[in-house]
């Protein structure tokens, strides 16, 4: 069994020349990510650290408004402002100290703009008014930001499915197209000064979708299980660099070739801790289901991505 390691991975030659030799080895070097540890550090991924500041400051911005004004955005689970304690994802654990806000994908200029009663996962995004927060500095910044790291998980997905020989990756299209996809701010209070093992900034968890980029600040808190010596290794931030790591249903689809592995945040860098994950999870009528190299269904369990996301909302955020 391959050493379980987060490696840093330069996606540059890639980017640049998609099927020379050096392409193919960024695809090896992702494959093995994949099926080892799940998790990798991507660097060279083209998104502009400019973007990248920006996104952080509207974060900043937004999480420093009055309590009352956050809660006035408050949405469903996957729009709008989440308070600290309303995602609790590990069982045992005392709800998660962090608050969030989500942004999902705008669909209005493909002209399928949503009507009510609203699709799950498919509502309108909440904003700020501009009076509160200018669009200049939050909503504008962000949609940019999401557009670009939706862009980049559509080229990782190819790149998975060259390195998935074995397996009939044409479901990625259908999954790909009109997907659920999320930004989600993070802001992580500095850990109680308490030797309280319940209280955690992210539960131990697995990511629900295909995969998800993480853009951490300068300060540490993320830690992911090495299952085999059941021991938690620290994911140090690292400048512009996404931490990219497998979700469940790639996990599913590769029958565990590629590991949904267990992750948890814990802030104790004495500092407020900001994170911006993106989630690509998919389509919501797309199935997902262990897939052989003819694209048939394997053994296991079968559910469509609205199914599944539906059941892990559900089991972590408080009804």
């Given at each position: 069994?391959?050493?379980?390691?987060?490696?840093?991975?330069?996606?540059?030659?890639?980017?640049?020349?998609?099927d020379?030799?050096?392409?193919?080895?960024?695809?090896?070097?992702?494959?093995?990510?994949c099926a080892?540890?799940?998790?990798?550090?991507?660097?060279?991924?083209?998104?502009?650290?400019?973007?990248?500041?920006?996104?952080?400051?509207?974060?900043r911005t937004?999480?420093?408004?009055?309590?009352?004004?956050?809660?006035?955005?408050?949405?469903?689970?996957?729009?709008?402002?989440?308070?600290?304690?309303?995602?609790?994802?590990?069982?045992?654990?005392?709800?998660?100290?962090?608050?969030?806000f989500?942004i999902g994908?705008?669909?209005?200029?493909?002209?399928?703009?949503?009507?009510?009663?609203f699709?799950?996962f498919?509502?309108?995004?909440?904003?700020?008014?501009?009076?509160?927060?200018?669009?200049?500095?939050?909503k504008?910044?962000?949609?940019?930001?999401?557009?670009?790291?939706?862009?980049?998980s559509?080229?990782?997905?190819?790149?998975?499915?060259?390195?998935?020989?074995?397996?009939?990756?044409?479901?990625f299209?259908?999954f790909?197209?009109?997907?659920?996809?999320?930004?989600?701010?993070?802001?992580?209070?500095?850990?109680?000064?308490t030797?309280?093992?319940?209280?955690?900034?992210?539960?131990?968890?697995?990511?629900f979708?295909?995969?998800?980029?993480?853009?951490?600040?300068?300060?540490?808190?993320?830690?992911?299980?090495?299952q085999?010596?059941?021991?938690?290794?620290?994911?140090?931030?690292?400048?512009?660099?996404?931490?990219?790591?497998?979700?469940?249903?790639?996990?599913?689809?590769?029958?565990?070739?590629y590991?949904?592995?267990?992750?948890?945040?814990?802030?104790?860098?004495?500092?407020?801790?900001?994170?911006?994950?993106?989630?690509l999870?998919?389509?919501?009528?797309?199935?997902?289901?262990?897939?052989?190299?003819?694209?048939?269904?394997?053994?296991?369990?079968?559910?469509?991505?609205?199914?599944?996301?539906?059941?892990?909302?559900?089991?972590?955020?408080?009804?």
């Amino acid at each position: 069994m391959a050493a379980f390691t987060i490696p840093t991975i330069d996606l540059s030659a890639y980017l640049q020349h998609p099927d020379s030799s050096d392409a193919d080895t960024v695809v090896e070097q992702i494959r093995t990510a994949c099926a080892t540890s799940g998790f990798f550090q991507l660097v060279g991924h083209g998104i502009p650290k400019q973007l990248q500041d920006q996104a952080f400051a509207a974060a900043r911005t937004f999480f420093d408004l009055p309590d009352e004004e956050k809660r006035k955005l408050s949405g469903n689970p996957s729009r709008g402002y989440e308070l600290i304690g309303t995602q609790s994802l590990e069982h045992g654990k005392k709800p998660d100290l962090k608050e969030g806000f989500f942004i999902g994908r705008e669909v209005s200029g493909s002209g399928l703009v949503p009507v009510p009663p609203f699709r799950p996962f498919q509502e309108p995004n909440v904003w700020p008014s501009t009076d509160l927060v200018p669009d200049s500095q939050f909503k504008t910044p962000l949609l940019e930001y999401h557009r670009a790291v939706l862009d980049l998980s559509f080229k990782l997905m190819r790149i998975l499915a060259s390195g998935m020989k074995n397996f009939d990756t044409s479901v990625f299209a259908e999954f790909c197209h009109e997907p659920i996809a999320s930004v989600r701010l993070l802001h992580y209070p500095p850990h109680p000064e308490t030797d309280d093992p319940s209280l955690v900034g992210a539960g131990a968890h697995t990511d629900f979708g295909a995969i998800t980029l993480l853009l951490q600040d300068g300060n540490s808190g993320l830690q992911v299980l090495n299952q085999e010596t059941n021991d938690w290794v620290d994911v140090a931030p690292r400048e512009d660099a996404y931490v990219v790591n497998i979700g469940d249903m790639l996990d599913v689809w590769t029958g565990g070739a590629y590991k949904s592995t267990v992750h948890r945040v814990i802030n104790t860098s004495g500092a407020e801790r900001y994170s911006i994950p993106f989630f690509l999870d998919g389509n919501p009528d797309c199935t997902i289901q262990s897939l052989d190299a003819s694209g048939s269904a394997g053994e296991g369990k079968t559910f469509t991505v609205e199914q599944h996301m539906l059941s892990r909302y559900a089991a972590s955020y408080k009804t």
